[in-house]
């Protein structure tokens, strides 16, 4: 059988161990759990010295509530990823700039828990200062500065790298071409709002490059009050995260799918279970939980190695894959048992249609390297609301169902039949009996 998978964010440390930015993994209580090289050298620590500090004490100024600060902002914005630039204190004193990417991931030791994911790469050289106009014209957040009425003044070169626009395009331009279709008019109109009532906006935005494509931006915008009666100006500052997008929808595939089929897991497979189960109550439908267990898979481990029986797994997962629809959510639950959510039914009748094809796939030998292998599978069925309403219950039901398969001999499905209540003995008085 397949080998655990690895963890969230540990392909991280073990890809950037030595080289690329520094990492660092911080418990919800905002304790470093974890560090790799590059931020200890970056920072003066050692590894062993990061473990158990709180990580808001390497933050300039000091800022003891940095850590749930962007924790609570990056909950409200649904885990969007946030990136900024700042200072941190080197073990030395000394100021260190970097950009900063903040994400949130799965806890690698605690179930149903998050951890703060930094990624931060240093923008100048630790042995230098580095002032503030030389780490605008090389910081590689895109900044632009615009008047009163959002025309652009100024850009910087990152501007036009993220972007794909020079200066001489974009100067005295409103920056109405990097609007993307997919934010609403509604969505601006808000934006505008925040910036002319608070003086401020930032979060997650998709703008388009010069090339026609979409790119996600974390963009912040602050007002530049002028002094006197002259006009504010807006300056915007904003980061290409396209690879902290790609890292978080990793991240959460790790952490919902198992490693060796690609399948959900259990716990994505409740999520999807529990809203089919909202929409049927609403619609009057029906839903069928499937439990497929494979008949005797221990033998194939024994006989052909776990490598064969990796192999198997792989290709009953396609065959079984393939004789569903795409909005039904089939789930490994580890081993060599599977779940199978199919929703929106008529009937209970038309699950039993549903497991006679699955059972159809198992009548083919598997070819698999140079072995021709046989094997079939026992479905237990539970239907959502006859059996029960709870996603718990359904899958108890299934799985009792499907032993009841094994017991008779297996390669077959069967339907989860509740036990008739007990009758208790009722004496018969005097008065019956006439």
Same mark, same amino acid.
């Given at each position: 059988?397949?080998?655990?998978?690895?963890?969230?964010?540990?392909?991280?440390?073990?890809?950037? !161990?030595?080289?690329?930015?520094?990492?660092?993994?911080? @418990?919800?209580?905002?304790?470093?759990?974890?560090?790799?090289?590059?931020?200890?050298?970056?920072?003066?620590?050692?590894?062993?010295?990061?473990?158990?500090?709180?990580?808001?004490?390497?933050?300039?100024?000091?800022?003891?509530?940095?850590?749930?600060?962007?924790?609570?902002?990056?909950?409200?914005?649904?885990?969007?990823?946030?990136?900024?630039?700042?200072?941190?204190?080197?073990?030395?004193?000394?100021?260190?700039?970097?950009?900063?990417?903040?994400?949130?991931?799965?806890?690698?030791?605690?179930?149903?828990?998050?951890?703060?994911?930094?990624?931060?790469?240093?923008?100048?050289?630790?042995?230098?200062?580095?002032?503030?106009?030389?780490?605008?014209?090389?910081?590689?957040?895109?900044?632009?500065?615009?008047?009163?009425?959002?025309?652009?003044?100024?850009?910087?070169?990152?501007?036009?790298?993220?972007?794909?626009?020079?200066?001489?395009?974009?100067?005295?331009?409103?920056?109405?071409?990097?609007?993307?279709?997919?934010?609403?008019?509604?969505?601006?109109?808000?934006?505008?709002?925040?910036?002319?009532?608070?003086?401020?906006?930032?979060?997650?935005?998709?703008?388009?490059?010069?090339?026609?494509?979409?790119?996600?931006?974390?963009?912040?915008?602050?007002?530049?009050?002028?002094?006197?009666?002259?006009?504010?100006?807006?300056?915007?500052?904003?980061?290409?995260?396209?690879?902290?997008?790609?890292?978080?929808?990793?991240?959460?595939?790790?952490?919902?799918?198992?490693?060796?089929?690609?399948?959900?897991?259990?716990?994505?497979?409740?999520?999807?279970?529990?809203?089919?189960?909202?929409?049927?109550?609403?619609?009057?439908?029906?839903?069928?939980?499937?439990?497929?267990?494979?008949?005797?898979?221990?033998?194939?481990?024994?006989?052909?190695?776990?490598?064969?029986?990796?192999?198997?797994?792989?290709?009953?997962?396609?065959?079984?894959?393939?004789?569903?629809?795409?909005?039904?959510?089939?789930?490994?639950?580890?081993?060599?048992?599977?779940?199978?959510?199919?929703?929106?039914?008529?009937?209970?009748?038309?699950? !039993?249609?549903?497991?006679?094809?699955?059972?159809?796939?198992?009548?083919?030998?598997?070819?698999?390297?140079?072995?021709?292998?046989?094997?079939?599978?026992?479905?237990?069925?539970?239907?959502?609301?006859?059996?029960?309403?709870?996603?718990?219950?359904?899958?108890?039901?299934?799985?009792?169902?499907?032993?009841?398969?094994?017991?008779?001999?297996?390669?077959?499905?069967?339907?989860?039949?509740?036990?008739?209540?007990?009758?208790?003995?009722?004496?018969?008085? @005097?008065?019956?009996?006439?």
């Amino acid at each position: 059988m397949g080998n655990k998978g690895q963890q969230p964010a540990s392909f991280l440390f073990h890809h950037y !161990a030595e080289h690329g930015p520094g990492i660092a993994l911080v @418990d919800e209580n905002h304790v470093t759990e974890r560090v790799n090289l590059p931020l200890c050298r970056m920072l003066g620590y050692s590894q062993s010295e990061f473990n158990g500090m709180f990580f808001g004490d390497v933050v300039l100024p000091d800022h003891g509530k940095h850590c749930q600060f962007h924790q609570d902002e990056l909950r409200s914005n649904n885990g969007a990823v946030k990136r900024t630039t700042r200072q941190y204190r080197h073990k030395n004193g000394q100021a260190v700039w970097v950009a900063e990417t903040i994400s949130m991931v799965p806890s690698e030791l605690h179930n149903g828990m998050h951890n703060l994911l930094y990624l931060v790469e240093e923008l100048t050289n630790p042995n230098g200062t580095g002032s503030p106009c030389e780490i605008v014209q090389h910081m590689p957040d895109g900044l632009v500065i615009t008047d009163e009425n959002f025309h652009i003044i100024d850009i910087n070169p990152a501007f036009s790298s993220i972007t794909g626009y020079d200066k001489g395009e974009v100067v005295g331009h409103p920056p109405l071409f990097l609007q993307s279709d997919r934010h609403s008019a509604h969505f601006y109109r808000r934006m505008f709002y925040s910036i002319k009532k608070d003086g401020y906006w930032q979060g997650e935005i998709w703008k388009l490059h010069k090339n026609g494509k979409h790119i996600p931006l974390w963009l912040r915008i602050n007002t530049l009050k002028a002094a006197g009666n002259k006009s504010p100006r807006y300056i915007g500052v904003f980061s290409d995260i396209r690879n902290q997008i790609e890292l978080r929808e990793d991240l959460l595939r790790r952490a919902n799918h198992d490693p060796l089929t690609g399948l959900p897991n259990r716990l994505l497979f409740y999520d999807r279970t529990k809203m089919a189960m909202r929409q049927a109550k609403r619609s009057g439908r029906k839903i069928a939980l499937l439990f497929v267990d494979l008949d005797r898979f221990k033998a194939v481990n024994d006989s052909y190695g776990h490598s064969t029986g990796d192999s198997v797994l792989i290709e009953i997962t396609r065959r079984l894959k393939n004789n569903l629809r795409d909005v039904d959510t089939m789930a490994r639950f580890g081993g060599d048992e599977f779940a199978i959510m199919i929703s929106d039914l008529d009937r209970a009748g038309d699950a !039993a249609e549903v497991a006679e094809k699955l059972l159809a796939v198992f009548r083919y030998p598997l070819s698999i390297e140079e072995y021709e292998i046989s094997i079939t599978a026992s479905i237990g069925i539970s239907i959502y609301p006859d059996d029960t309403d709870n996603v718990d219950h359904m899958l108890c039901q299934a799985d009792s169902a499907m032993y009841q398969i094994k017991r008779d001999g297996c390669n077959n499905y069967r339907f989860f039949q509740a036990r008739p209540k007990r009758q208790e003995y009722q004496p018969i008085n @005097d008065q019956d009996q006439e």
